[in-house]
């Protein structure tokens, strides 16, 4: 390791490698399955999951959806979205 600065450190090796692995691994089942999987991140309260709810509620009829919904703690996003009859999967993540 080679000391940058006061605040910055460069590391040899990439600490991401297994997670980019995998992510390369499910884009290509993706891929392969012709299915478009889109991952929505930002601030809580940013308004992800509204903007969600009001784009299933536009696109439902022409695609099949389905959402898997990560929360620290709460169910409430995975029921905003079942309330669009969309399927969604609640994993919580705190």
Same mark, same amino acid.
């Given at each position: 390791? @080679? #000391?940058?600065?006061?605040?910055? /450190?460069?590391?040899?090796?990439? *600490?991401? +490698?297994?997670?980019?692995? $995998?992510? &390369?691994?499910?884009? @290509? #089942?993706?891929?392969?399955?012709? /299915?478009?999987?889109?991952?929505? *991140?930002? +601030?809580?309260?940013?308004? $992800?999951? &509204?903007?969600?709810?009001?784009?299933?509620?536009?696109?439902?009829?022409?695609?099949?959806?389905a *959402?898997?919904?990560?929360?620290?703690?709460?169910l409430?996003?995975?029921?905003?979205?079942?309330?669009?009859?969309?399927?969604?999967?609640?994993?919580?993540?705190?």
């Open positions: 390791m @080679e #000391k940058i600065n006061d605040r910055l /450190v460069q590391l040899e090796i990439d *600490v991401l +490698s297994a997670n980019d692995k $995998k992510a &390369t691994q499910n884009r @290509e #089942k993706f891929i392969a399955d012709g /299915v478009l999987a889109l991952n929505l *991140v930002s +601030s809580p309260g940013s308004g $992800k999951t &509204t903007l969600l709810c009001n784009t299933i509620n536009k696109i439902k009829d022409q695609y099949k959806l *959402v898997i919904e990560g929360d620290q703690q709460t409430n996003d995975a029921e905003r979205i079942r309330a669009t009859g969309c399927r969604a999967i609640q994993i919580n993540t705190g």
